[in-house]
Structure formats: structure tokens, C-alpha cells
């Protein structure tokens, strides 16, 4: 679970605008932080957090060989024991999707990696929450989830005073449904604004729009 197309599309996507502090739920080896510290101001925070014991040290090793290091700060939590005084202006996520899967469970016993794919440690009501109380009066959260799962999530984040302004769907390939939504929420309600993108071309090579995208992030773009 160290790279993945998801969280380099998500950390390309996500606009820093002027946030002073951020926090990437569910850090990993530190991937979305890191490229956030790349598109922020110097003056900019970023915590990570995670429940995985190691990958907290790996996030930790990684931020120390970036030019961003100062910035950032990785802690050994689970979200809903996190808790901070001030409100984050940008709180980003590659969130748990699939639901609990108990035959395959049984078959794939890495318990890291069925925590950082399924919803057993940390659902979505649970995610929307602690989003909620950590959010600023005027901050975005911004995941990305497959497509599946994304109305729903969107619905149930309204729920809460978090509203879904602004959508990218993601396609493998031309003609081909959306399998990912990257979703940005804030508290106030606007018409939301529905893009639509594919990975790769009708050649089977990266899209112009897939590079045009991530091409900050891509040595070979």
C-alpha cells in the first residue's frame, strides 16, 4: 500500500489554495502528505496520521529524505483518537472502501493491508464525523473513492453540513465507466462542479489530460 494511481491523482487533484495546516487521514508511507508539502506555502503544517505502527515509521523515514521535512509530522493514532485545538484548512484521505469481506478475511491474513482496504477499523459515518469536527469553518476534505461508493458517501457527508462541490470521475480508458470519484467537500452548499477524465488514451498510453494532471509529481512526464 505504498504508491498508488488513487493517491497520486488525489494529491495532483486536491487544490492547497492558501491552507496553513493540513491533515492526510490514513498517511500510509506518507505519499499525500509529502506531495502536499511540494504545493503549499512554506509556512504550511502537515500532520499524517495512521493506525499501522510501521507505516508511520516508513512516512516518518520518507519525510526525512524530502525537502519538506519541518513541515511535516506523522503520529501513530486512529482518527477518532486524534484530536487537535485548532481546525485544519485542508483535511485529505485515501480512505478504507470495500466492505468487510470475512471469507476473504480468512484467506488474506495481512491485517495492515485489510485495514488500509476495508472498512473495519474506520467506516465512513465514523470518517465523516471526526472530518466534521476537524474541519475549519471554511476548509475542504477531499477523498477519493470508487464509483460505487461515492454517491452514497456524498449523501452522507450532507448529512452532517458537508457538501460535495466539486467532483472529478475518473476512467481507466476511453468509454469506459468511471471507477473512481476524487470528491472536495466544504460546509457551504454551491452547484457542483462535474469533471470527467481517463488514465489512459485509445493507444494505451497515458492520457494528455492524466498528464497534464499529475506531470508535477511524474519524473517521466
Not at 488525489?10 to 504545493?39: C, F
Not at 457527508?157 to 476524487?182: D, H, M, P
Not at 488514451?201 to 494532471?213: D, Q
Request: hydrophobic share 40%; glycine share 6%; proline share 3%.
Amino acid at each position: 500500500m505504498k504508491v498508488g494511481t488513487d493517491s497520486i491523482m488525489l494529491g495532483s487533484w486536491v487544490q492547497a489554495n492558501h491552507a496553513q495546516r493540513v491533515l492526510d487521514i490514513g498517511t500510509g508511507s506518507g505519499l499525500l502528505s509529502i506531495m502536499l508539502a511540494q504545493k503549499t506555502q512554506d509556512t504550511c503544517l502537515i500532520d499524517g496520521i495512521d493506525i499501522d505502527a510501521e507505516a508511520i515509521l516508513q512516512a516518518k523515514g520518507n519525510a526525512k529524505n524530502c525537502p519538506w521535512s519541518e513541515r511535516l509530522t506523522f503520529q501513530h493514532t486512529s482518527l477518532q483518537q486524534f484530536s487537535v485545538k485548532a481546525g485544519y484548512d485542508l483535511i485529505v484521505s485515501n480512505p478504507p472502501y470495500f466492505p468487510v469481506n470475512v471469507s476473504a478475511n480468512k484467506i488474506h491474513s495481512m491485517q495492515s493491508r485489510l485495514n488500509a482496504r476495508q472498512t473495519i477499523e474506520l467506516d465512513h459515518p465514523t470518517l465523516l464525523q471526526e472530518v466534521a469536527k476537524l474541519l475549519s469553518a471554511n476548509g475542504t476534505f477531499c477523498c477519493v473513492l470508487p464509483a460505487d461508493a461515492a454517491e452514497g458517501f456524498a449523501l452522507k457527508a450532507e448529512l452532517i453540513g458537508l457538501f460535495c462541490n466539486k467532483e472529478l470521475q475518473v476512467q481507466t480508458k476511453q468509454q469506459a465507466n468511471a471507477s473512481r470519484f476524487l470528491l472536495e467537500f466544504s460546509r457551504t452548499k454551491s452547484t457542483k462542479r462535474c469533471e470527467k477524465l481517463s488514465i489512459y488514451n485509445h493507444l494505451g498510453c497515458y492520457s494528455k489530460e492524466y498528464i497534464a494532471l499529475c506531470k508535477d509529481y511524474y519524473l517521466n512526464f
